[in-house]
């Protein structure tokens, strides 16, 4: 394949990333890489760069709603300084259980994964709006999906099935898994030496963990949505179910819209609990802990319990795989929380997990166990838009 300019689309609630690659048989190089950020406020960021670092726009506009922000790129993108797009790849996070493979996108295909838009409530709505936004302000541009759970796929039944009845199993509910991308570029990146018995902890605002053998994941801590599995910024993780029931109850007592009902309930799972829950200070990682020095007890028991969790998974993680030979982190927190590292690992030693405090004084790229820790612990940031290029380079190859 000559080398072709593939656009990356990566959004989040209130952010579209993107980046732009020139991409042909075995050749994947950088061109740009921006941001819309801070969509539903008067102050959003707007900022494209190049290769090199240097700002091309850098500009702080309303942004309204995602059609303006998602405009601002797309004219942008769509301008001479800029190659048009050979091709564009989309992440999505879930496409629910008819959409396991990634393909090309066509209306029909998004028509179907927007019927699974309560599998990742806070992603997909924005995510198939810019599917067809994109279709629209670049005709004939070949679109791509890249799955999250694509990763997941590999899981075995006992992963993947729930323990629910039959009726509720054939309407989808499954686990999924999430992050998949992410974990692919951790075992891209450690290629050609894939440590047979791998843990990625993918600790951002959103977190998971997923045990990996032999490259393929055999089980990950999210589940149908990314509201399950360990504490994030502002979501439960793994809850007693009969806890969401007890409050459904509560909510219904003072409404009779069942619909009402659910959103309010899906608000507090989602935006009000977590970390942002349990500390009532903050989402944001840098927050609590500016909060734990002032002496938050509340933000001291939030990261607790962050900290707890994971390593908890990564006991069972160790169980599932038979042993352990790596552990990486990534993600904002894994890549630049040193303390959160220190405090996951510090009751880990029994499992082989030693670290070295002076090397796990970093930010970014390092091995940071100790020289004689049977176990190496790895800081690798993710590398998701060169997977989605992969991907799109691969399925267009087809
Ligand atoms: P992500 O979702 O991967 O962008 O990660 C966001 C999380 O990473 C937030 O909780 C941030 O507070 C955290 N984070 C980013 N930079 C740092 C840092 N230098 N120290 C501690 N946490 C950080």
């Not at 552990?327 to 030693?354: H, K, P, W, Y």
Request: glycine share 10%; with cysteine.
């Amino acid at each position: 394949m000559p080398s072709l300019p593939v656009l990356v689309l990566n959004s989040g609630s209130s952010s579209i990333k993107f980046s732009v690659y020139e991409a042909g048989d075995g050749e994947r190089n950088k061109l740009f890489e921006g941001a819309v950020d801070g969509i539903g406020t008067d102050l959003g960021k707007f900022w494209i760069k190049d290769a090199t670092g240097k700002r091309l726009v850098d500009q702080t506009p309303a942004l309204p709603t995602r059609a303006v922000a998602f405009e601002l790129v797309a004219k942008a993108l769509n301008s001479e300084e800029f190659p048009t797009p050979a091709a564009i790849g989309h992440r999505m996070v879930c496409g629910g259980p008819t959409v396991l493979e990634n393909q090309r996108i066509t209306p029909e295909l998004i028509d179907e994964m927007e019927r699974y838009t309560a599998f990742a409530p806070l992603h997909t709505p924005i995510a198939v709006y810019i599917m067809r936004e994109a279709a629209r302000l670049f005709p004939g541009v070949p679109n791509f999906v890249c799955l999250d759970s694509y990763f997941h796929r590999t899981m075995p039944e006992v992963a993947t099935h729930m323990p629910i009845p039959e009726e509720y199993s054939a309407m989808g509910v499954r686990r999924f898994g999430a992050h998949g991308i992410s974990y692919e570029s951790i075992v891209y990146q450690l290629q050609p030496n894939v440590p047979e018995k791998l843990i990625v902890a993918h600790l951002g605002n959103g977190a998971s963990i997923s045990a990996i053998r032999k490259g393929k994941c055999i089980d990950t801590s999210m589940g149908l949505t990314p509201t399950g599995g360990l504490i994030s910024g502002t979501r439960t993780g793994d809850i007693d179910p009969g806890v969401l029931v007890f409050i459904l109850h509560k909510i219904a007592e003072k409404t009779t819209s069942a619909v009402e009902a659910a959103n309010q309930l899906e608000i507090g799972a989602n935006k009000k609990s977590g970390l942002l829950g349990v500390s009532g200070v903050s989402n944001d990682m840098r927050d609590l802990r500016e909060a734990i020095k002032a002496g938050n007890a509340k933000a001291r028991l939030a990261v607790d319990k962050f900290t707890w969790t994971i390593a908890k998974w990564i006991g069972s993680f160790v169980a599932e795989l038979g042993g352990l030979d790596m552990l990486v982190f990534t993600g904002g927190i894994g890549e630049n929380d040193i303390d959160s590292r220190a405090e996951i690992c510090a009751g880990l030693g029994a499992l082989g997990i030693v670290l070295d405090a002076k090397r796990n004084n970093v930010r970014g790229p390092a091995v940071i166990s100790a020289e004689d820790s049977p176990v190496t612990v790895r800081v690798i940031p993710p590398a998701e838009d060169l997977m989605i290029v992969n991907h799109v380079v691969r399925l267009m190859g087809e």
